[in-house]
């Protein structure tokens, strides 16, 4: 009966080892490949300065409303130096 034990054993691993290699998803990703989930790095940065020099409590960008959303935008576009 060794076989029969090797066999279970053998089985119980390959489904572990298949669950772990599925159980993580990428995330989407946008045109610049950057997760859409999270902001780059530099970008947080970004935001949170014009967070300072609009004089605006944070939040992040997504729990804003529309305007504020397009307001970021327009002055995001406007200064394409910051990096």
Not at 15 to 32: I, K, M, N, R, V
Request: net charge negative; glycine share 4%; charged share 25%.
């Amino acid at each position: 009966m060794p076989s029969r034990k090797f066999s279970s054993y053998f089985l119980g691993v390959a489904l572990a080892a298949s669950l772990f290699t599925t159980g993580c998803q990428p995330q989407p990703q946008t045109d610049s490949g950057q997760s859409t989930s999270q902001p780059a790095p530099n970008e947080t940065v970004i935001y949170n300065k014009w967070e300072v020099e609009t004089h605006r409590p944070h939040k992040e960008i997504a729990q804003r409303p529309p305007e504020e959303q397009k307001e970021y935008n327009d002055w995001r576009h406007a200064h394409p130096d910051l990096r």
